[in-house]
């Protein structure tokens, strides 16, 4: 499964993240490359883009961490990845806050800081011909790159759809 940075679209499919808006930690695990106490925090904020809770990472000391969730997929589908982030504190030299797919090395644009307010992040990718399965990352990191800050994760959603927007790339 390849996914690549990709621009906006709007789609009316079945989700598939289980409890995308948040509202609990149900469905989702919270995960690092350094677990070790005192480098990273893992909560269900009590703020989010349009409810009262959101995914909240926090790393402390420079790690890679993130909140993950399993997702059945159909094989040779292409999907749309999104959700909105909020960021703050994440140095210029870190790949930021960003959602991906485990075990490859493409996901949304990082995101380092959004004033206070949400930014709206995206991807599409195509499941392989026997792939029934992949994880979901919201993650403050990324393979190779670990740094401090805070990041929000919220409404994040997985979606299959007919075709790639004009502009969108896919692989």
Do not use: C, K
Not at 25 to 38: C, M, P, S
Not at 114 to 121: D, H, M, N, P, V
């Amino acid at each position: 499964l390849l996914f690549p940075l990709a621009g906006t679209a709007e789609s009316l499919a079945e989700n598939l993240i289980w409890n995308s808006a948040a509202d609990s930690l149900d469905g989702w695990f919270a995960d690092a490359w350094n677990t070790a106490e005192g480098y990273s925090r893992h909560l269900l904020a009590d703020i989010g883009y349009d409810d009262g809770a959101s995914l909240y990472v926090e790393n402390l000391q420079p790690n890679d961490a993130r909140f993950s969730q399993s997702v059945w997929v159909e094989p040779d589908t292409i999907y749309r990845v999104s959700g909105y982030v909020m960021v703050e504190g994440v140095p210029e030299d870190g790949y930021g806050a960003n959602l991906s797919i485990e075990d490859i090395y493409v996901s949304t644009q990082g995101v380092r800081d959004t004033a206070g307010q949400w930014q709206y992040i995206e991807m599409y990718g195509e499941t392989g011909p026997d792939q029934t399965d992949l994880t979901l990352m919201a993650r403050l990191g990324n393979y190779g790159s670990t740094h401090t800050g805070r990041a929000w994760f919220d409404n994040i959603e997985m979606v299959p759809v007919d075709e790639v927007p004009a502009g969108a790339m896919l692989a």
